[in-house]
């Protein structure tokens, strides 16, 4: 049987999907000066190559399946299965932005003011698409790395990812609108999906890296405290967790499991104790599958 072969998104999204593949339960090894990945499943084969040119690659049946951007999929066009949406990004959990974006100075405050300006961008199609839905015609140049200093010399604006904006605040530029949110997103080839041990295969990763994603800043939290306090622990937990009690040897006590927001526990825990709960231990979660 031939391994899966997948994709691993090279550039900004490269190390964030690699803790993530180690929370779901593979580890990946990246060898220096190579683009082909060890891994720890003889079912897999992985291999890096930038985000921009994952979705074109799996189209074309060169990956069974990869993780990029969803932006990139639409930017080249590529026919390809999405699988999923992973909502994780350089920095953490979330999406990303492309937004149109100017010098702080710029007379330009909105999209129509571009008329028969230059804009710079990695995603020529995404910007020539917004600019038709607005009714704008402007200059789309294709732009191969350090966007944010293209403006004002070399481009009128810039339409430039961001996820936090601190790139954008430190060049001195104000975003006048958001072309598009992009968030990673799990692809297939439509030869690899029909095929039914690969579409097993890929439902299983798919289903680990969700719950890993799930349990990134939840925390477990475990307690014993005799039956007649516990209404006044369960008072302090969140209404909507709903915790797990179990009976212990001694009928007197019961334990307390549940699953919290990691920056809330600090919070939660000196109230435990003050309802007299005790045994407290917070431990660390790789996976939260439902």
Known sequence: MNPLRLG???GSLQEATL???ERAGWHI???SRSYHAGVDDPELQCMVVRAQEMARYVASGAFDAGLTGRDWVLETGSDVREIVELAYAKQGLGRVRWVLAVPEDSPIRSV???EGKTIATEVVHITEQYLERHGVRARVEFSWGATEVKVPQLADAIVEVTETGASLRANRLRIVDTVMESSTVFIASHAAWADPWKQAKISHLVMLLEGAISAMGKVGLMLNVRREDLPGVLEVLP???RPTVSAL???EWVAVNTILEEDVVRHIVPRLKERRAHGLVEYPL?????
């Open 239 to 241: 209404a909507l967790k």
């Open 8 to 10: 691993i998104p090279k």
């Open 19 to 21: 803790r993530l593949f």
């Open 249 to 251: 040897s001694d009928p």
């Open 286 to 290: 790789n996976k939260i599958v439902l």
């Open 29 to 31: 090894v990246l060898h």
């Open 112 to 114: 129509s003011d571009l």
